[in-house]
T-cell receptor, first 116, second 119 residues
Framework: AQKITQTQPGMFVQEKEAVTLDCTYDTSDPSYGLFWYKQPSSGEMIFLIYQGSYDQQNATEGRYSLNFQKARKSANLVISASQLGDSAMYFC?????????????FGKGTHLIIQP | DTGVSQNPRHKITKRGQNVTFRCDPISEHNRLYWYRQTLGQGPEFLTYFQNEAQLEKSRLLSDRFSAERPKGSFSTLEIQRTEQGDSAMYLC?????????????????FGPGTRLTVL
């Protein structure tokens, strides 16, 4: 069975600092994808970044980058130069085995608060 | 805006009543997913459709839960005889299957959710 673990229930970070949100995963399948979503207080899940298990390079999307360490089964999200608008819940998720069309498996999330 | 839409956004009902939620996916997306999110947890997968076919429904929480996507476009999620434990946010997502190995083949776009409160 797949599992996503996010060990930081909450984080406080000063504006403009970089922040790393931790995510570890467990799967026996060699082919999988890892996602990060942001959920503001409005409730909508916003896709941030994707990393495939066979990707050679770490994914980057603007201020977001994914620190993918396959041997450690970790996929940490790094947000550079944090902004007040980054305050939200952040969820790490994994695609089903073999990239099939089943639902995503989510972690419990990290509540990030950016302080001015 | 052509994102995923869900109606209603909020629903308050009394225990024992039936409720139905609607999801309109992004128009060209062929896959549609339903999730439940309780307080302090990540979304929990319930079921999904590819076009009008419901390909996975074993994760539906009980036989009180059912979903349809009659014409492969919008979908409805119905909960019969609601219980207080059904109170949660119900999220819908859609995606376009690409079949491309190693690509973001399962990138799902989420709607704003329907928040259900059962009194």
């Amino acid at each position: 069975a797949q599992k996503i673990t996010q060990t930081q229930p909450g984080m406080f970070v000063q504006e403009k600092e970089a922040v790393t949100l931790d995510c570890t995963y467990d799967t026996s399948d060699p082919s999988y994808g890892l996602f990060w979503y942001k959920q503001p207080s409005s409730g909508e899940m916003i896709f941030l970044i994707y990393q495939g298990s066979y990707d050679q390079q770490n994914a980057t999307e603007g201020r977001y980058s994914l620190n993918f360490q396959k041997a450690r089964k970790s996929a940490n999200l790094v947000i550079s130069a944090s902004q007040l608008g980054d305050s939200a819940m952040y969820f790490c998720a994994m695609s089903p085995p073999g990239g099939g069309a089943d639902g995503l498996t989510f972690g419990k999330g990290t509540h990030l608060i950016i302080q001015p | 805006d052509t994102g995923v839409s869900q109606n209603p956004r909020h629903k308050i009902t009394k225990r024992g009543q039936n409720v139905t939620f609607r999801c309109d996916p992004i128009s060209e997306h062929n896959r549609l997913y339903w999730y439940r999110q309780t307080l302090g947890q990540g979304p929990e997968f319930l079921t999904y459709f590819q076009n009008e076919a419901q390909l996975e429904k074993s994760r539906l929480l009980s036989d009180r839960f059912s979903a349809e996507r009659p014409k492969g476009s919008f979908s409805t999620l119905e909960i019969q005889r609601t219980e207080q434990g059904d109170s949660a946010m119900y999220l819908c997502a859609s995606s376009l299957s690409s079949g491309q190995a190693g690509g973001p083949y399962n990138e799902q776009f989420f709607g704003p959710g329907t928040r259900l409160t059962v009194l």
